[in-house]
C-alpha cells in the first residue's frame, strides 16, 4: 500500500511514496535492539537524524564499500566506530552531539552478523524512511528546527548514492534490495534538496 509523506515533502514539491511490496517493515525487523534503543534516546530532531544516518551508514561499512574501523566492520561491535563513520559525512558539531550520546552509554554492542547482504541494505533502507519520517512530523507539530537534519540527510544521501552504485550484487534479493536502496536515497536527497528551499534558514546569533 502506498502512502504519501506528509506536509513537509508536498509543501517541497515532491511527492515521496513507500515503495509497496519491497520496503522494509518494522524498524526491529532490520534495527538491532542497541539500535533501536540509540534511536529512543535520541529525543529531539537535531540528534535523532544523525543516528539515523549512522546506522545507515554503517551498513555500508559491513557491506565492504564504504570505509570504516576495520575491526569494528569484521567484529560486528559497533562502538566508537560508528560515530567515525558519520564524521567524515557530517559536519563536526553534529558529530560532536554523536559521540557525546555514545559516552552516555556504558556499553555499545551492536552485533550485525545476523543480517544478510541483502537485509543491511534493506536496513539502509529503513533508516532513511524513518528519518524523512521523523523529519516530516518533527516540521508538522513545530518540534524542533528541521533545516540542520534536512542538511544532514542530503549530504549524507549525496554521498552514499555514489557508493550504493559500487555494490555488485550477487542474487536477485540482493538487486531488489539494492535497488530500493538506491531509489529511497534519491528521493530523500531530491526531497530535502527541494525542502530546504522552503524551510526558513536559522538565524545566526
Known amino acids: 500500500m502506498e502512502r504519501m509523506r506528509k506536509r513537509l515533502w508536498t509543501t517541497a514539491g515532491v511527492l515521496l511514496a513507500a515503495l509497496a511490496g519491497a520496503s522494509p517493515g518494522d524498524a526491529a525487523e532490520y534495527f538491532t535492539d542497541a539500535e533501536i534503543e540509540r534511536i529512543r534516546d535520541a529525543q529531539n530532531i537535531e540528534r535523532r537524524i544523525p543516528v539515523f544516518l549512522e546506522i545507515a551508514g554503517v551498513r555500508l561499512v559491513r557491506l565492504g564499500i564504504m570505509e570504516g574501523d576495520a575491526e569494528v566492520a569484521d567484529s560486528g561491535e559497533e562502538g566508537n ?68 537534519p534536512l542538511e544532514e540527510l542530503l549530504e549524507f544521501t549525496q554521498d552514499t548514492i555514489p557508493i550504493l552504485r559500487e555494490f555488485s550484487p550477487r542474487n536477485r534479493d540482493q538487486e531488489i534490495a539494492l535497488e530500493d536502496a538506491i531509489e529511497i536515497a534519491e528521493l530523500a536527497r531530491d526531497g530535502a534538496s527541494e525542502a530546504l528551499d522552503v524551510v526558513p534558514r536559522t538565524e545566526e546569533r
Open 81 to 148: 566506530g560508528l560515530t567515525r563513520t558519520i564524521i567524515r559525512l557530517l559536519d563536526p558539531e553534529a558529530a560532536n552531539e554523536l559521540d557525546e550520546l555514545a559516552r552516555q552509554q556504558d556499553e555499545f554492542s551492536n552485533d550485525l552478523s545476523v543480517f544478510t547482504q541483502a537485509d543491511l541494505l534493506r536496513g539502509y533502507f529503513q533508516a532513511l524512511d524513518e528519518a524523512m519520517d521523523n523529519i516530516d512530523d518533527a516540521y508538522e507539530r513545530g518540534r524542533g528546527n528541521v533545516r540542520r
